[in-house]
C-alpha cells in the first residue's frame, strides 16, 4: 500500500510543472485576449513585419507618407482573392479578414508608376520590385498604377514575399485602425 500512496504521489509532482505551464499559458492567452480587446494588442503572424506582440496606437492626425499602420483591406474581388490564398488571416474587419501592417507609401494625389518595380511621383522605392508568380507558382496580377484617389492610401512592405498595394492597389484611409507600435516581437 505504501508503495502504491508513493507512487501515486511521484507521479503527482510529475506533473505538477507541465500543469503549472499550462496555466500560466493559459494566463498569458487571456491576457493577450484582454489586452486585445481593451488596449489594442495584436499578434502579427505574418513576416511582412516582425513577428509577434504588436499595439493598435491611436492616431490624432491625418495619416503620412512612411506612417506604419494597422488597417482592414477594404472588400475588393482581389482581397478576397488573397484571403482564399492565404495572403492575410482571418479577422475582426468587414469582410471577415485580419487587418494588415503595411508602411504608407504615398497618399491620394500622388502618382504611381508599376513596371519591374514601383516608382511614386517619379522616384523608385526601395525592396518594391514585383514578382509574376506567389511561393506556390499561382499567377500575381500587378496594380495597373496611376494617381492615388484623394482619401486612398498606397501600401508598402519591405519584404519581397508581401502582398500590398503592388498588387491589390489604393486602399481607402478610412480602414486605417492607427499606428502599429511593436511591443515584443521578432524578426525571422
Not at 72 to 82: L, N
Request: proline share 9%; aromatic share 8%; hydrophobic share 40%.
Amino acid at each position: 500500500m505504501t508503495s502504491l500512496i508513493s507512487h501515486t504521489s511521484a507521479a503527482a509532482r510529475q506533473r505538477r510543472p507541465a500543469l503549472a505551464l499550462f496555466a500560466v499559458s493559459c494566463g498569458v492567452a487571456l491576457a493577450v485576449i484582454f489586452g486585445g480587446s481593451i488596449g489594442g494588442l495584436r499578434i502579427n503572424t505574418t513576416p511582412s513585419e516582425p513577428l509577434g506582440l504588436w499595439r493598435v496606437a491611436a492616431l490624432d492626425r491625418p495619416v503620412q507618407v512612411g506612417d506604419l499602420v494597422f488597417v482592414c483591406p477594404p472588400e475588393t474581388d482581389t482581397v478576397s482573392q488573397g484571403f482564399e490564398r492565404g495572403y492575410l488571416r482571418a479577422g475582426l474587419c468587414p469582410g471577415g479578414f485580419g487587418p494588415l501592417i503595411k508602411t504608407v507609401a504615398a497618399v491620394g494625389g500622388q502618382h504611381i508608376e508599376i513596371a519591374g518595380d514601383v516608382a511614386i511621383d517619379g522616384r523608385q522605392i526601395a525592396s518594391s520590385n514585383l514578382v509574376s508568380q506567389d511561393g506556390q507558382g499561382r499567377p500575381l496580377r500587378p496594380y495597373a498604377g496611376g494617381t492615388v484617389p484623394a482619401g486612398f492610401l498606397f501600401l508598402h512592405s519591405p519584404f519581397p514575399g508581401s502582398w500590398d498595394s503592388r498588387y491589390f492597389g489604393p486602399v481607402p484611409a478610412a480602414g486605417v485602425l492607427g499606428l502599429a507600435k511593436q511591443v515584443l516581437t521578432y524578426a525571422p
